[in-house]
């Protein structure tokens, strides 16, 4: 069964740090393009942030510019989220989609996606 597997929500205090990880069971993740979302409690799921296949290409959401950094090791099957300077606002669940293309688009609402994690909670306390 193919799946992705999210991990390192937490709670962490504004100003601080945490990566997530996405990683994969049943399929190659080097071929598919990631994207990571999040939903907070009472709102929509938004796009945070995308990365092509091969890492070339990455975007992110303008809340989110400059503090946090999408990566692949396409070696260990794995895409990371690290996330600097946290405000209370970042608090929600993070999930991480796969699309089979190089590239994907994850800012726009219903950007098309192939699998979806069953999310991480990340809580920023103020």
């Known amino acids: 069964q193919s799946q992705l597997v999210e991990s390192g929500g937490g709670l962490v205090q504004a100003g601080g740090s945490l990566r997530l990880s996405c990683t994969t069971s049943?399929?190659?993740?080097?071929?598919?393009?990631v994207g990571w979302f999040r939903q907070a409690p009472g709102q929509e799921r938004e796009g945070v942030s995308c990365?092509?296949?091969?890492?070339?290409?990455?975007d992110y959401a303008d809340s989110v510019k400059g503090r946090f950094t999408i990566s692949r090791d396409n070696a260990k099957n794995t895409v990371y989220l690290q996330m600097n300077s946290l405000k209370s606002e970042d608090t929600a669940i993070y999930y991480c989609a796969a699309r089979a293309r190089p590239t994907m688009t994850c800012l726009a609402r219903g950007s098309p996606v192939d699998y979806w994690g069953q999310g991480t909670q990340v809580t920023v306390s103020s």
């Open positions: 990365i092509s296949s091969l890492g070339g290409v990455t």
């Open positions: 049943g399929f190659t993740l080097a071929t598919y393009a």
